[in-house]
């Protein structure tokens, strides 16, 4: 349906969109739901193969649902695919994403960066596994001048957290922050992190000792070759 364009996503958005978004409202946020999880995975697939842009009203529909998730969810894979399908709605329409506002007022620029740093402070390494690609995503989407001040501070915090994962797969997650800033901005990338402190040690002894321990570990032909272009 995706492939075939027109209204024909369109059409499909409208009818799976209620059915997705109310299964969120039926889990407990503090307990394993399955149907909440297959939500959030079949949400995720739907922002992923969509349209750029994606139909108007996607972001208003599903970003409620999905940041109650993010901000207040435990099980693990639940996190993991809200984060994906937050990853796949920027991949496709940031324009709308940046423009949306929830019913505090928050642009959706800030209410990201408010789920990414949950994930980063308080996640496992599992369940926060894309959190880096959400990030990578919003660096790259967002730009400098959009980010302002939250660049550094993003930045900081991706650094922190890659300077305690363990898990390969996160540590290749938090990786791609930098590999991304690095394709166009090394020098200045290079620069901000040897300004760092992380645990008493140089931030880019830290971020470069995890980025090439584990670089036997990563997969994925783009993330690899955006990882050693100029690691």
């Known amino acids: 349906i995706a492939h075939m364009g027109g209204d024909a996503y369109v059409n499909l958005c409208a009818k799976v969109l ?9 889990g407990n946020l503090t307990e394993e739901n399955a149907l909440t999880n ?5 949400l995720g697939v739907l922002a992923e193969y969509g349209p750029e842009p994606l139909p108007p009203g996607f972001v208003a529909a599903t970003m409620p649902k999905l940041t109650r998730l993010l901000l207040g969810a435990t099980d693990e894979e639940l996190l993991k695919a809200a984060t994906i399908a937050v990853k796949n709605i920027i991949a496709h329409d940031h324009q ?3 423009e949306w506002r929830d019913d505090t007022g928050k642009a959706g620029l800030e209410v ?3 789920i990414i740093s949950r994930l980063l402070s308080s996640a496992s390494d599992h369940a926060a ?5 959400l990030a990578a995503e919003v660096v790259e989407k967002a730009g400098h001048e959009r980010l302002g001040p939250y660049l550094e501070e993003l930045l900081r915090s991706v650094a922190a957290r890659l300077a305690t994962a363990e898990q390969a797969q996160f ?5 791609l922050v930098f590999a991304r800033l690095s394709l166009n901005h090394a020098s200045e ?4 992190l040897a300004r760092q402190s992380i645990n008493n040690q140089n931030g880019l002894q830290v971020v470069m000792a995890k980025w090439l321990e584990n670089s036997i570990n990563f997969a994925g032909y783009d993330e690899i070759r955006q990882k050693y272009v100029k690691p």
């Open 129 to 133: 596994g894309e959190v880096g690609s």
């Open 171 to 175: 540590i290749q997650s938090l990786t």
């Open 38 to 42: 297959l939500a959030a995975e079949l």
């Open 189 to 192: 990338v290079v620069e901000f």
């Open 18 to 26: 209620p059915s997705l978004t109310a299964a969120f409202d039926v």
């Open 112 to 114: 990201v960066l408010l």
């Open 96 to 98: 709308q994403l940046f």
